[in-house]
């Protein structure tokens, strides 16, 4: 899955101009958080990757500044102690975790969304996750 993140000015009804322009293309969103830095909104939309590149270009033409890229979908056991785990494992290889964030959880399972710095890298480290 790749992640894309639109950066605009904070402002009623932001989140409705930009789902409305994926939602007219039926461009579904799997995950997406939101939150506000000072006058800026920062909202992080998690596609399957069929779908980015299309919503990329489509937001853009509609006058936001939008950045992709590449984000793993890890698998835990919804217990104490398992992100440290996945933690662990990046940190001895040398990868950065950028943002983390839970898509769902239920049947004593979550699934989160990792973005770090070395990608292909962590996809190796983490294939039990995945």
């Given at each position: ?14 989140l409705l ?114």
């Open positions: 899955m790749e992640t894309l993140t639109v950066i605009a000015p904070d402002k009623i009804g932001l101009e930009v789902t409305t322009v994926l939602g007219k293309e039926k461009i579904n969103i799997e995950s997406i958080s939101l939150e506000v830095v000072g006058n800026k909104a920062i909202i992080r939309l998690i596609l399957e990757k069929g779908a980015v590149k299309k919503a990329k270009s489509l937001l853009e033409k509609a006058g936001f500044q939008v950045v992709a890229s590449d984000t793993l979908v890890i698998k835990l056991n919804d217990k104490p102690g398992e992100l440290a785990k996945v933690a662990k494992i990046l940190a001895e290889s040398k990868v950065s975790i950028e943002s983390v964030h839970v898509i769902d959880k239920q049947n004593g399972k979550t699934l989160d969304a990792i973005k770090v710095d070395d990608a292909k890298k962590a996809e190796k480290l983490l294939r039990e996750y995945l």
